[in-house]
């Protein structure tokens, strides 16, 4: 099934798996106002982890990005007097920027005065926008805030901690027992390496660039180069395997940023994930890119990059011959472009996704390399390469459509997460089967896009064919039928409980669900039953597999069902809490964060007892607080089946 399912991610470019979020932030805001007269003063305080830096306000030309402060505000009501202003920063040599750079550790403050022009005002609204870093990575925030000036108390971003707050972070506290089990590894699927999953997608998207007509033609063209230009056939054979390596190279130091970048960081990737606007942005990058794909315009890169790099291929030598690599991934951009985004966008919301991307980019680069290193040490093949014609357009436009497919996947993201509630699981269905019947009738020659000479059933057409043909029935099926669960899907249409029609139970399978702590265990506690915390995501794939492929074989539903009190907390659910909910967190070590949202309630309570921050994640309990087994991950049924039976034979009767 895992064989299967690799498989269908590689043909929709697409690699989205466990998503993860921190809840420790390196750099902690609190807000102050003062109001002398007609002048206000804004004061920001920042708290900074150990081995955390915070940059000042000032800008350099190659140093990292200030901090700045954003203020919304009508300049006719209020007038800012001067700029934002730190406290003394800390000046050292940075060997990365190579600048004597200025920098906060452990606490900054900076301050803004206004000159208040319409009494009428009575709040100032804005955010900071961040860098921090510590010696592995930097990350960037934008940091919101609305200040009040009716009671001058900050509205959200409150200064200190009330007993009432410090109260309601006690209660998110379990007293655990058997904490022993929190100790070992957590169980997780560990059947397949992660890397190599990526690195076989990576490759196969590169394997389709290749038969794009932005890259196949360069193929004969650049062997046929290197062997007629070199002195001798090894030389010429060195030259193009050389080449290939440069290829490889190019595509693997696209990646590299990313491990300095917010990209590392968990929080980033879950923000990916789960963030809305993020999940906007992406779905219209892939419908530009898949309009690309149907041949409405060009995707180029700057025309005096590709011209700047082929007059330096031009050099003889190792330098020439990297520079013309870099020509091909230029020119090659249009076609190559929209794959690479694909990779980009389903590495960075899987775990670890800076080391992804990286196995990602070298399978593409291997991909597209190996052709002109194979040829180059066999050059009598390339007699045996078709020729370049309309097949080529043939493949673009499918990868036109699986971009639109892929596109429609972020998009259901952003209403999962925000419960709009216009993408239920039979509209996303069905459009995926209008997509794929689209394809259907494009392959047939019913119709064609701009530039297209009249089409003919090719022979990659009627090879195409069957597959649409398969896939249009059976998601048709997916939605008519019952029995039809689209398991090989499963992970990618929203939950079968996010239906347009009324459905029993808003819970997987129709099981009964708790969403919040304290009704489940109250239930656990009546019908002495135990707890399976079930820490989840709107967005999250992994956690889809596991309701639709692993809670339905008998067993193990026969356990939720019958022994367990399911308990499923939405770790990404955008819903606000209600005001009297909303808190200010402080952690053990005095640090606070502010508690608004649903997902920041139940992402807050993982964190803190469990000491994790992915998902799906599974802890098995008693009521009362006593961990049955060690908590587990996405895995195989059979796993799930053992690790539920293990924990429920550990209760005492």
């Avoid at 599974?618 to 799930?640: C, F, H, K, R, W």
Wanted: with cysteine; charged share 20%.
């Amino acid at each position: 099934m895992r064989l299967i399912e690799g498989l269908l991610l590689s043909i929709l470019f697409f690699s989205s798996t466990l998503f993860a979020q921190t809840a420790d932030e390196p750099v902690i805001w609190k807000n102050n106002v003062e109001v002398l007269g007609n002048k206000i003063e804004l004061e920001f305080k920042a708290t900074i982890l150990k081995t955390w830096h915070l940059y000042g306000v000032e800008e350099f030309d190659q140093g990292p990005l200030p901090t700045e402060f954003v203020f919304e505000i009508d300049s006719t009501k209020i007038k800012p007097l001067g700029v934002v202003v730190g406290n003394e920063p800390k000046v050292e040599y940075d060997e990365i920027f190579e600048i004597d750079l200025p920098f906060y550790e452990d606490f900054a403050r900076f301050t803004q005065t206004f000159e208040l022009l319409d009494s009428s005002v009575t709040e100032i609204s804005g955010e900071i926008l961040y860098q921090a870093c510590d010696d592995k990575v930097c990350i960037f925030r934008s940091e919101p805030f609305t200040i009040s000036l009716d009671d001058l108390t900050v509205s959200k971003k409150r200064i200190g901690i009330s007993e009432e707050d410090r109260a309601k972070s006690k209660a998110l506290l379990l007293d655990l027992k058997n904490t022993a089990y929190l100790d070992t590894n957590v169980l997780a699927n560990t059947s397949e390496s992660p890397l190599i999953s990526l690195f076989l997608l990576g490759f196969l998207g590169g394997v389709i660039a290749l038969l794009t007509p932005c890259v196949f033609p360069m193929i004969p063209l650049t062997v046929s180069f290197f062997i007629k230009q070199a002195s001798s056939l090894r030389k010429g054979i060195a030259n193009a395997v050389l080449y290939g390596f440069f290829i490889v190279l190019i595509y693997v130091l696209l990646s590299l940023p990313f491990h300095f970048l917010d990209a590392v960081n968990p929080e980033f990737l879950n923000s990916i994930s789960t963030n809305v606007v993020l999940n906007l942005v992406f779905f219209g990058v892939f419908v530009f890119f898949a309009f690309s794909f149907f041949g409405f315009y060009e995707l180029t890169l700057p025309s005096k990059w590709s011209s700047g790099a082929d007059e330096k291929s031009n050099l003889k030598g190792i330098v020439g011959i990297f520079f013309m690599a870099l020509t091909l991934a230029i020119v090659s951009f249009s076609c190559t472009g929209p794959i690479l985004g694909s990779l980009l966008a389903g590495s960075l919301t899987a775990e670890g996704g800076a080391m992804q991307l990286t196995a990602g980019m070298t399978g593409f680069g291997v991909a597209l390399a190996l052709p002109f290193a194979l040829f180059a040490l066999f050059p009598n093949a390339l007699n045996s390469m078709p020729k370049s014609g309309g097949w080529m357009t043939t493949i673009k436009v499918t990868l036109g459509f699986l971009e639109l497919a892929l596109a429609l996947k972020f998009l259901s993201n952003a209403d999962l997460v925000s419960h709009w509630g216009f993408l239920k699981r039979e509209v996303f269905i069905g459009v995926w089967a209008l997509l794929a019947f689209l394809l259907t009738l494009y392959l047939l020659g019913v119709f064609r896009f701009p530039n297209e000479v009249k089409p003919r059933l090719s022979k990659l057409r009627l090879i195409l064919l069957p597959l649409t043909i398969g896939l249009t029935s059976y998601l048709f099926l997916g939605l008519v039928s019952a029995e039809n669960k689209l398991t090989l899907l499963s992970g990618f249409p929203p939950p079968a409980f996010y239906s347009i029609f009324k459905t029993d139970s808003d819970c997987p399978l129709g099981l009964d669900c708790y969403k919040n702590v304290e009704d489940g265990l109250a239930v656990a506690k009546s019908k002495d039953k135990a707890v399976l915390f079930d820490f989840t995501g709107w967005a999250c794939v992994n956690c889809r597999k596991v309701e639709e492929n692993v809670w339905p074989v008998p067993e193990i539903f026969k356990l939720l069902n019958e022994e367990i009190v399911l308990i499923s907390l939405y770790v990404d659910d955008r819903t606000e809490l209600s005001m009297d909910r909303q808190f200010v967190f402080e952690y053990p070590d005095g640090r606070v964060r502010e508690i608004n949202t649903v997902g920041e309630l139940w992402g807050t309570f993982q964190s803190l007892n469990f000491s994790s921050a992915s998902q799906p994640f599974y802890v098995l309990m008693e009521a009362d607080g006593t961990l049955l087994n060690s908590p587990i991950q996405y895995t195989d049924s059979s796993t799930y089946l053992s690790w539920l039976e293990k924990g429920l034979s550990n209760r005492v009767k």
